[in-house]
């Protein structure tokens, strides 16, 4: 059988044994072998994909192929770069493709994930099955690698016997091995096998394999054993110290290992800082402190004078690509690093080989992931020289840009301001958050990064990449996100707040309100970015229009915002009503999907067929997500598949309808349109009565229990819908 893609898992447990065993072994579990690109791309498909956030990115981008994988799913808003790297990078790589030749060069701005993204994908490898390995091989050599060796040893032996026809010999040596190692019986004359043969002129059949020269012969057995591409391109001829113990001369003199029974053994990947195996960052190194022994290793210092210069053992094999051998590397900022390691880097990818330190000389084969991170004036600034040229043959460029969907910016800041103390219990020292701040700061982000267009406002293009399709007044046609994309130009999401500027705001906010409140607020945030950006943006007119943006698009922002949740907490019942409401859009969509009707409990029709338009379109139409009649279908098939994610990831029956944002709004708009009237409790704080005032109390509490803002500032809240008499006028 030949094999084309690796197959989803191995083994658990480490393989020990010899190398015959080994390829018994092998013929079963084809990864056992496989390359550094085809491991990678196993381990982060495996993890699977998030069917819901699937189909919002096929919306929001108009790519039915792009996919939301499972492991990287906490880099929000990034799936289109995460897709690329996966799927146009690795899948190919792994398939034996060109990018198999090619590192893999992340381009983004300060603080849009690079780094943290490398530290999850060190963690695919870390958690990956042991790997096995020639034992003794200080880069853990593929063990295929010892292939290799079949031609020299045979060579050796026939030498030794002093033998008048010397190539013969040598062929029966090799099927005499080839015997001990149980080929005969693990080698499928495929295809490729055949083709090999006939591009030897040789006859079809295992004894052929014998008479072919070195990377044929390798190449066949190879194939033969049901490997793909990508691992024939990946084994090469063995570490010094390898080599020597199959030959027996400077290690162990006299006392050769015999191919059969070499040992091999199991690795686990690890970063430690004492003995990275497989997995290597690099920081940028300066020329004046380059160390090419940091990259290659170097001489071994302790063995001088005690072993031949030609000793395996005269060399320390520690280098970082050494030591990210079958694994990863990864260049921190790699394209600021000299010449000299440039070099090296060309080598490792376009010869797969990586040089030995002096003085044993040569090279060792190198299979490793490339991964370089830099930001877009260094990479500027070395394609634009014209002696790096040959270096951009063997880069793949992947733009890394911030999120533009504000449901993505908003998990972001979150998960940033997760990490720190601030997020706490209040119990145990930490600082509460309103509800509000985290989508407001969200707007704000998306507000720096996106271009203006010219007769749509910022606020509805802001909305718009957060996956509504919406109308402007007075614009007849509708724009979908997708014209909005085409219309913006490829530096879209490039520059802009970044989310650490973010958390220092929003920090500097909650050390201030220790003791006072506890609390953060919109209002306190508003205030703390003019003072921000006017202490730290130097440039007037970027300064201008932050601030403006502050005092128009963001207010604007936060008043809607507040609006709505003062209104639903003046509803004793607006959860249980948005609930209900959920529960028959729900049952309705499903009907529709199905082309039934919705079911009673009793198990009877109720309803027309394929679901109630009527109510399910007076849901959708909300005019703040606006989904037209022709886009219905498509925006009811995300809703389910935000169910059934949600259903999946909780293992619970009872969904909510917050599952899915858009509905959310939805849903919410639609019960609130119902208590217009609660607007006259704050037209008068004099003409209020007894049970006003009771209504307003359990307003407050609503605001605590029901959407978490704190006793403080639920009444600061409160108190500016008193003072502010169009607060709760809709606009």
Not at 161 to 170: C, H, L, M, S, T
Not at 560 to 583: G, H, N, Y
């Amino acid at each position: 059988m030949e094999t084309t893609v690796m197959e989803s898992s191995l083994p658990k447990t480490p393989f020990k044994g010899s190398f015959k065993d080994f390829l018994s072994f092998a013929a079963l579990h084809p990864a056992a072998c496989e390359s550094a690109h085809a491991r990678f791309f196993r381990l982060w498909d495996n993890k699977g994909y998030n069917d819901a956030r699937t189909v919002q990115v096929q919306n929001l981008f108009g790519d039915t192929n792009l996919r939301a994988f499972n492991a990287t799913k906490n880099f929000f808003g990034t799936e289109r770069a995460m897709h690329e790297m996966a799927v146009k990078y690795l899948y190919p790589a792994a398939m034996g493709g060109e990018t198999s030749k090619q590192a893999c060069v992340q381009i983004g701005p300060p603080s849009s994930g690079k780094s943290d993204l490398d530290n999850t994908l060190k963690g695919l490898f870390r958690n990956a099955e042991p790997v096995a390995y020639l034992k003794e091989s200080r880069v853990r050599d593929n063990p295929l690698n010892l292939l290799y060796m079949i031609h020299t040893v045979a060579a050796d032996k026939a030498d030794r016997e002093g033998v008048e026809d010397f190539e013969k010999r040598v062929v029966e040596i090799k099927l005499q091995i080839m015997d001990e190692l149980g080929l005969r019986q693990l080698i499928a004359l495929n295809s490729r096998v055949k083709n090999i043969l006939a591009g030897a002129n040789l006859e079809v059949s295992f004894e052929s394999i014998a008479r072919l020269g070195t990377e044929d012969f390798v190449s066949a057995i190879v194939y033969g054993l049901g490997m793909p591409k990508s691992t024939r391109s990946v084994v090469f001829a063995p570490e010094p110290m390898v080599q020597d113990l199959v030959r027996g001369l400077k290690v162990k003199p006299g006392k050769p290992i015999a191919i059969a029974d070499y040992p091999i053994d199991s690795f686990r990947f690890s970063s430690d800082f004492e003995g990275s195996v497989g997995i290597v960052d690099v920081s940028e190194v300066n020329p004046i402190n380059f160390d090419i022994s940091e990259w290659i290793g170097a001489e071994n210092l302790s063995m001088m004078g005690r072993v031949d210069t030609d000793d395996p053992r005269s060399v320390q094999l520690n280098g970082a690509f050494n030591k990210g051998n079958r694994g990863i590397v990864i260049l921190t900022e790699g394209l600021k690093n000299p010449p000299e390691a440039q070099r090296i880097l060309l080598e490792a990818l376009q010869g797969r080989r990586v040089r030995l330190p002096n003085p044993l000389g040569g090279s060792v084969g190198f299979d490793g992931v490339v991964i370089i991170n830099s930001n877009e004036s260094e990479y500027n600034k070395f394609v634009g020289v014209r002696e790096n040229e040959p270096y951009l043959d063997r880069f793949y460029r992947i733009w890394f840009p911030y999120p533009v969907e504000k449901s993505q910016a908003r998990r972001v800041i979150e998960k940033i301001w997760g990490s720190s103390e601030f997020a706490r219990p209040e119990s145990e020292g930490g600082v509460h958050v309103d509800p509000d701040v985290f989508d407001y700061l969200a707007h704000l982000e998306i507000l720096t990064r996106i271009e203006k267009h010219p007769s749509v406002p910022m606020n509805m293009k802001v909305e718009a990449y957060d996956g509504r399709d919406l109308r402007a007044k007075g614009m007849g046609m509708k724009l979908t996100v997708h014209d909005l994309r085409e219309a913006a130009s490829a530096r879209e999401g490039l520059e802009g707040q970044s989310p650490r500027e973010t958390a220092k705001i929003i920090n500097s906010v909650a050390a201030e309100v220790k003791g006072k409140g506890n609390t953060v607020t919109t209002r306190l945030i508003r205030e703390r970015l003019r003072e921000w950006f006017k202490a730290n943006v130097v440039d007037d007119k970027k300064r201008e229009a932050l601030m403006g943006l502050i005092a128009t698009e963001l207010d604007e922002v936060r008043n809607k915002m507040l609006r709505d949740i003062v209104l639903a907490s003046l509803i004793e019942s607006f959860p249980s009503e948005c609930e209900a409401t959920w529960q028959k859009y729900l049952d309705n969509i499903r009907a529709f999907a199905l082309n039934q009707s919705v079911k009673s409990q009793a198990g009877y029709a109720r309803g027309p067929v394929g679901g109630d338009e009527t109510f399910m379109r007076e849901i959708e139409t909300d005019p703040d997500w606006g989904v037209t009649l022709s886009e219905a279908p498509k925006f009811r098939a995300e809703v389910l598949a935000a169910v059934n994610q949600h259903l999946t990831e909780k293992r619970t029956a009872n969904v909510p309808y917050n599952c899915h944002e858009a509905i959310r709004r939805c849903i919410e708009r639609y019960v609130l349109k119902k208590v217009r009237s609660g607007a006259r409790l704050f037209s008068s704080a004099s003409a209020r009565n007894d049970e006003d005032r009771r209504k307003i109390s359990d307003a407050k509490e609503r605001l605590i229990k029901q959407y978490g803002f704190s006793e403080w500032s639920a009444e600061e809240l409160l108190r500016e819908a008193e003072e502010n008499s169009d607060f709760l006028v809709e606009r």
